[in-house]
Nanobody
């Protein structure tokens, strides 16, 4: 069983930055592919970014490419999402998720464990 706890959300003005963290419990953290997703009211949960267990490969949604950076510290069992140049359309609940596989995936259904989410609000 894996437990994920997100933190770092908040209210920020457009153009500002936030860093989200996702702390994971459980063994073999460095074998898990991990991802960030987000969901706005009335919309489906959507992919943001993912990273392999080693941290060597990443993938991003086009909407955040060049502004967001995903990373992980396996010694701390923690994943991060550095968000720069935030826009009002980035407002959502952000979720971290993990899958017990070495392959990157962008589909919600491909992930086995989820955190409870952290709210990010970007004001214009």
């Amino acid at each position: 069983q894996v437990q994920l706890i997100e933190s770092g959300g908040g209210l920020v003005q457009a153009g500002g930055s936030l860093r989200l963290s996702c702390a994971a419990s459980g063994r073999a953290f460095d074998t898990y592919t991990m991802g960030w997703f987000r969901q706005s009211p009335g919309k489906e949960r959507e992919f943001v970014a993912a990273i392999t267990g080693s941290g060597l490969r990443t993938i991003y949604a086009d909407s955040v490419k060049g502004r967001f950076t995903i990373s992980r510290d396996n010694a701390k069992n923690t994943m991060y999402l550095q968000m720069n140049g935030l826009k009002p359309e980035d407002t959502a609940v952000y979720y971290c998720a993990t899958r017990q596989s070495v392959f990157l995936r962008i589909q919600v259904a491909s992930y086995d464990y989820w955190g409870q989410g952290t709210q990010v609000t970007v004001s214009s």
